[in-house]
């Protein structure tokens, strides 16, 4: 029951803004978006999350439709080391805890 | 400290071996997760604990027991495995959503760099 779909791979020029998209157009008002990236065998690295508004942190920006039918997480210059994979997810109640629904990734390649 | 720490980084057992995997956070969150991974997939949860007892399981066999021994530790008990078990094993924790929900409060989950199996 994939909540999110995203491009599976992206290529960005080093020193560029990445700009990569997700839909979620099942999302419920109370489900967040929340987007993590994994580097090649590390574990997810936790980038950014949001409800409604746009948010910006010192990693990224995410860009939030009106609908919340779909987001833009915008790495603004990126670097070799952002090569990654960018996982969007949905975060969804679960009892007392929270689940996230994880897409599938998209593969961001940075090129010098 | 805001780190998740699992070990063994690598593990490689037979079918009929009994192993655990572990792991340990200090950063006083009362909701722990295990994950697997299969390569070029993403992380599939399998258990969640909140506040050291079993919130979810996500159905998953029972040769795999999860133990949470107290709040800042959660182990993985492995007993007769299967090739195709052989994955990506991820330990997270974060604060428990139950205690935020009024104020809307989400937090993030930090990850552990799992622990490698293979099962042979």
């Known amino acids: 029951d994939a909540k999110t779909t995203q491009p599976p791979s992206m290529d960005c020029a080093e020193g560029r803004a990445a700009n990569l998209p997700c839909n979620h157009s099942?999302?419920?008002?109370?489900?967040?978006v929340y987007w993590y990236r994994q580097i090649h065998s590390q574990g997810p690295q936790y980038i950014i999350h949001?409800?409604?508004?746009?948010e910006t942190n010192e990693m990224a920006s995410l860009i939030i439709t009106e609908d919340r039918k779909s987001s833009t997480l915008i790495l603004p210059h990126a670097t070799l080391r952002d090569t990654a994979v960018y996982y969007c997810?949905?975060?969804?109640?679960?009892?007392?805890?929270?689940?996230?629904?994880w897409g599938l990734g998209t593969s961001l390649a940075v090129n010098p | 400290d805001t780190e998740v720490t699992q070990t063994p980084k690598h593990l490689v057992m037979g079918m009929t071996n009994k192993k655990s995997l572990k792991c340990e956070q200090h950063m006083g969150h009362r909701a722990m997760y295990w994950y697997k991974q299969k390569a070029k997939k993403p992380p599939e949860l399998m258990f969640v604990?909140?506040?050291?007892?079993?919130?979810i399981n996500e159905s998953v066999p029972s040769r795999f027991s999860p133990e949470c021994p107290n709040s800042s530790l959660l182990n993985l008990h492995l007993h007769a495995l299967q090739p195709e078990d052989s994955a990506l094993y991820l330990c997270?924790?974060?604060?428990?959503?139950?205690?935020?929900?009024?104020?809307?409060?989400?937090?993030?989950?930090?990850f552990g760099q799992g622990t490698r199996l293979t099962v042979v």
């Open positions: 949001g409800l409604k508004n746009n």
């Open positions: 099942t999302i419920s008002g109370n489900e967040y």
């Open positions: 997810i949905v975060s969804v109640n679960a009892g007392n805890n929270r689940k996230l629904i």
């Open positions: 997270a924790s974060s604060q428990d959503l139950g205690r935020f929900r009024k104020r809307g409060t989400n937090t993030e989950a930090f």
């Open positions: 604990y909140s506040y050291e007892k079993l919130s």
